[in-house]
């Protein structure tokens, strides 16, 4: 159980497009879903954390406007990249979770690359 | 405010060894402690969760951690290692608002040596 599925896994494209991840959880419905970027060799970085019909809440120093977030269901939770660009390179995993202090499930990441 | 550091980012054992991986954490409140493990390329699996009850977890792949209040530690161990259990290693404890954000540490890299 608690199963995360992300996708694509793997995207490359060009300067300048813009790119939609999404995750979705596929055997529970999640409160809230968070979206990460991990860097080479490091620890996962908080993005922003989305629940269900509201807006996300982004950390310090994430762009809310270049990184859209959006959560239409208790089950799906998309990221869009807008108007990416080489230094937007990197790993972005989302997880989900019941509420509470439940654990957090992770997707399987998405390796986005610019050109 | 939580905190969690993970000693030692690179820890090299022999097949069949025993892997110990360190946690020690800070809270001010009784804290929701969770180990989790990172394959190449992948996101993160749940390895176990203490939520205060047994001091003594049990998770997947014959792993299992320790909470010991009194040296704020969540160490994970597993007595014989296997060469599948390369790879990296996150602690992490939730924040103290109670918003589901997790803190985690720097991450520890298991290497196994045939």
């Known amino acids: 159980g608690a199963v995360v599925s992300q996708h694509p896994s793997w995207v490359i494209c060009k300067s300048g497009t813009s790119v939609k991840i999404e995750c979705r959880s596929l055997d529970f419905q999640a409160t809230t879903m968070f979206w990460y970027r991990q860097f080479p060799k490091q620890s996962l970085m908080l993005m922003a954390t989305s629940n269900e019909g509201s807006k996300a809440t982004y950390e310090q120093g994430v762009e809310k406007d270049k990184f859209l977030i959006n959560h239409a269901s208790l089950t799906l939770s998309t990221l869009t990249v807008t108007s990416a660009h080489p230094e937007d390179s990197s790993f972005y995993i989302c997880?989900?979770?019941?509420?509470?202090?439940?654990?957090?499930?992770f997707g399987d990441g998405t390796r986005l690359s610019i050109l | 405010a939580q905190s969690v550091t993970q000693l030692g980012s690179h820890v090299s054992v022999s097949e069949g060894a025993l892997v110990l991986l360190r946690c020690n954490y800070s809270s001010s409140v009784p804290p929701y402690l969770f180990w989790y493990v990172q394959y190449p390329n992948q996101g993160l699996q749940l390895l176990l969760k203490?939520?205060?009850?047994?001091?003594l977890v049990k998770g997947i792949n014959g792993f299992e951690a320790e909470f010991k209040k009194s040296e704020t530690s969540f160490h994970l161990t597993k007595p014989s290692a296997h060469m599948s259990d390369a790879a990296e290693y996150f602690c992490a404890v939730y924040g103290s608002s109670n918003t589901g954000k997790l803190i985690f540490g720097q991450g520890t890299t298991l290497q196994v040596k045939p």
């Open positions: 997880s989900a979770q019941i509420g509470g202090n439940q654990p957090q499930h």
């Open positions: 203490y939520t205060s009850a047994a001091t």
